[in-house]
């Protein structure tokens, strides 16, 4: 299957996983909260990995669960967190997830460090991928987190806003709209001094929205201030940790910025670029097996341990 819509919109619509998650609330010192679906594993010593979604994505997509089977499967304990506001509970602050918010990520790995994992691997997904390369470039990381991987990773969030603006595109764009619509629903009901919905449905690309929503929630001048702090592009010379990149040539999601590898980046990066996977997809014609990104994430780590 080599059509890059067909590889992203297949595995969502017609795959099934499920996994026997166990739900755990995370208190924010901002006053806040994360949803966490925990897999814990059998032995006492197993390595933690960390799963972070895609933009309106949860801990239930199948991307998600698919992961965490094959990672529980091979004894990992197993974090498939939820962005604010993404585990079926709104969250409390006006504030709720966007490409940078890597505060939360980082409570999720503290936590983990609390509860006594000494050997930590993280796995990000599209924006959740933008999150964990962004994590792996910290100067201050934790010891303890070994390396990750990021699929699908929007490297240039600019140019990455620009591709998913073009008319090929559209299906998407409305998609996220549409779902997004109801988180700022929920936002204008409990923050209307804040947050309104008038002109909602006038708004068609994502540079609408980040003006609209994302900066002024989240301390950003506009999309593009948004788009340049946060794009994870920015920090690939910088990663303390050996990180794992792939952006299938085939993502529709991408911009050509996402393929191509700095020349200044840190010898820690591994960056493959196969020519099929679409976008979070990497799938093969049976569904109910592995995936290739669940495999090739999992050898990345056993790697590392």
């Avoid at 949860?58 to 998600?64: T, V």
């Avoid at 929503?213 to 301390?219: D, F, Q, R, S």
């Avoid at 690939?236 to 952006?247: A, F, G």
Wanted: aromatic share 10%; glycine share 8%.
């Amino acid at each position: 299957m080599s059509n890059g819509h067909l590889q992203s919109i297949v595995p969502s619509v017609m795959r099934r996983v499920s996994v026997p998650y166990q739900r755990q609330r995370l208190e924010l010192d901002d006053g806040d909260f994360l949803l966490i679906d925990e897999l814990p594993a059998k032995q006492d010593e197993a390595p933690l990995v960390i799963l972070s979604h895609g933009l309106e994505g949860n801990s239930h997509r199948a991307y998600m669960q698919g992961m965490a089977r094959h990672f529980h499967d091979a004894g990992w304990h197993v974090y498939a967190w939820n962005f604010r506001s993404c585990g079926g509970e709104l969250n409390r602050l006006p504030r709720f997830y966007h490409s940078g918010a890597i505060e939360d990520l980082r409570a999720v790995i503290r936590l983990g460090i609390e509860r006594g994992f000494q050997r930590i691997f993280l796995v990000g997904f599209s924006m959740g991928g933008n999150q964990t390369v962004l994590t792996l470039a910290e100067p201050d990381l934790e010891p303890e987190v070994i390396g990750g991987v990021g699929f699908s990773v929007p490297l240039d969030l600019a140019a990455c806003a620009e591709q998913l603006a073009k008319p090929a595109q559209t299906i998407y764009m409305r998609r996220f709209l549409k779902d997004l619509r109801v988180k700022v629903a929920d936002k204008a009901e409990h923050f209307p001094q804040l947050v309104s919905l008038d002109g909602y449905d006038q708004m068609r690309t994502f540079e609408d929205f980040d003006n609209r929503y994302t900066a002024p929630l989240h301390g950003f001048h506009d999309a593009q201030d948004y788009w340049q702090r946060c794009s994870s592009r920015a920090v690939l010379s910088r990663l303390q940790r050996p990180t794992l990149v792939v952006n299938a040539l085939n993502d529709p999601f991408l911009a050509d910025g996402c393929y191509i590898r700095p020349s200044d980046a840190s010898a820690q990066l591994l960056f493959e670029t196969p020519p099929r996977g679409g976008h979070c997809g990497f799938i093969r014609w049976r569904l109910n097996q592995p995936l290739w990104s669940e495999k090739r994430a999992r050898a990345f780590a056993q790697a590392l341990i």
